[in-house]
């Protein structure tokens, strides 16, 4: 079992950048890959960010791409989510989500692990 507990979230300017973070708990946290999606009411989680277990690869969801980054400490046990250029559409609840498969999940099925969730909101 593993938890995951996300922070970070809260109001911001539009433009401004926001970074959240997701600590893990009870098991090896090195040994999973990590993801960010985010959920709108009314639609489904979608994938914003991800990390490999070891650090090296990181990738994005395209339409995010430049404007998101994902980044771990595997010390502190915690996944990181950077976010600049916010906008109002960006607005929504942000998930941690942590997974041992092959390659990054970017699909909420193959998440194996989430958290609760922390809010962002975008002010225009």
């Known amino acids: 079992q593993v938890q995951l507990v996300e922070s970070g979230g809260g109001l911001v300017q539009a433009g401004g950048s926001l970074r959240l973070s997701c600590a893990a708990s009870g098991r090896t946290f090195s040994d999973y890959n990590m993801g960010w999606f985010r959920q709108a009411p009314g639609k489904e989680r979608e994938f914003v960010a991800g990390i490999f277990r070891g650090g090296r690869q990181t990738i994005a969801a395209y339409a995010l791409k430049g404007r998101v980054t994902a980044s771990r400490d595997n010390a502190r046990n915690t996944v990181y989510l950077q976010m600049n250029s916010l906008k109002p559409e960006d607005t929504t609840i942000y998930y941690c989500?942590?997974?041992?498969?092959?390659?990054?999940?970017?699909?909420?099925?193959?998440?194996?692990?989430w958290g609760q969730g922390t809010q962002v909101t975008v002010s225009s």
């Open positions: 989500g942590a997974d041992r498969g092959a390659s990054i999940a970017t699909k909420p099925g193959d998440v194996e692990y």
